[in-house]
């Protein structure tokens, strides 16, 4: 499979890779202001697919991903720099690592074919 960078799907294929690293920031490392940077590339793929080739086919994916965007960062913006009990943090930050997932696999399925994080994804190339 190949995607020109004019494809919109090209652009979907970067939010799932933001995902993956919003990922690893909810899984190991919560770091707010990288999370806000992942959160805004996401945001700004999405924006630009609008404008490409193909961008009627993803952006029911694009639209997800800008709610994820808004949902993460209200919850950011609301408790950064504040004290919260760590049960509540653990389960906030559980609940935004799994949405974050689910969006990224949906996104290559959809959009690459692949199903599952075990299947070899090295025929995909960007023009």
Same mark, same amino acid.
């Given at each position: 499979?190949? #995607?020109?960078?004019?494809?919109?799907?090209?652009?979907?294929?970067?939010?799932?890779?933001?995902?993956?690293?919003?990922?690893?920031?909810?899984?190991?490392?919560?770091?707010?202001?990288?999370?806000?940077?992942?959160?805004?590339?996401?945001?700004?793929?999405?924006?630009?697919? =609008?404008?490409?080739?193909?961008?009627?086919?993803?952006?029911?994916?694009?639209?997800?991903? =800008?709610?994820?965007?808004?949902?993460?960062?209200?919850?950011?913006?609301?408790?950064?720099?504040?004290? #919260?009990?760590?049960?509540? $943090?653990?389960?906030?930050?559980?609940?935004?690592?799994?949405?974050?997932?689910?969006?990224? =696999?949906? #996104?290559?399925?959809?959009?690459?074919?692949?199903?599952?994080?075990?299947?070899?994804?090295?025929?995909?190339? $960007?023009?």
């Amino acid at each position: 499979m190949s #995607i020109s960078h004019h494809d919109a799907r090209f652009n979907a294929i970067q939010v799932a890779k933001e995902l993956l690293l919003l990922e690893d920031h909810y899984a190991k490392v919560f770091c707010a202001e990288c999370i806000f940077k992942h959160l805004l590339k996401i945001d700004a793929y999405c924006d630009e697919a =609008k404008t490409l080739d193909n961008a009627d086919k993803v952006q029911h994916l694009c639209k997800e991903a =800008k709610d994820l965007v808004v949902r993460h960062l209200e919850w950011l913006k609301s408790n950064v720099g504040k004290p #919260i009990p760590a049960e509540e $943090f653990e389960k906030k930050r559980q609940e935004m690592l799994q949405e974050a997932r689910q969006l990224r =696999k949906k #996104i290559f399925e959809e959009v690459a074919g692949v199903t599952t994080a075990t299947e070899e994804i090295h025929d995909i190339r $960007f023009d």
